[in-house]
């Protein structure tokens, strides 16, 4: 069964960081494309980042560019996603994904 398992969302301020994991099993990771993508509140769902199998190539959506940053082990089967400088917009339900296959999320909240 193909599981993708979110964490380390949380709630911080303005300009803080974090750090999501996704935890991947059931398909191999290795040579799968994956992405972010999120959803903030009464918002349709919005492309966030996506990586190569590889790790090599990676590419941003414009608001996350420069803030955001996407990368994958795939000898733990994981794939991160470091936020820095989160702003209030950034607030939403972060899931990775792959194909038809999403995880459950993991909630992101910036606010003073």
């Known amino acids: 069964e193909v599981q993708l398992v979110e964490s380390g969302g949380g709630m911080v301020q303005p300009g803080g960081s974090l750090r999501l994991s996704c935890a991947a099993s059931g398909f191999t990771f290795s040579t799968t494309y994956m992405s972010w993508a999120r959803q903030a509140p009464g918002k349709g769902p919005e492309w966030v980042s996506s990586?190569?199998?590889?790790?090599?190539?990676?590419s941003y959506a414009a608001p996350v560019k420069g803030r955001f940053t996407i990368s994958r082990d795939n000898a733990k089967n994981t794939l991160y996603l470091q936020m820095d400088r989160l702003k209030p917009e950034d607030t939403g339900l972060y899931y990775c994904?792959?194909?038809?296959?999403r995880g459950q999320g993991t909630q992101v909240t910036v606010s003073s």
């Open positions: 994904e792959t194909g038809n296959v």
């Open positions: 990586i190569h199998a590889s790790g090599t190539s990676y």
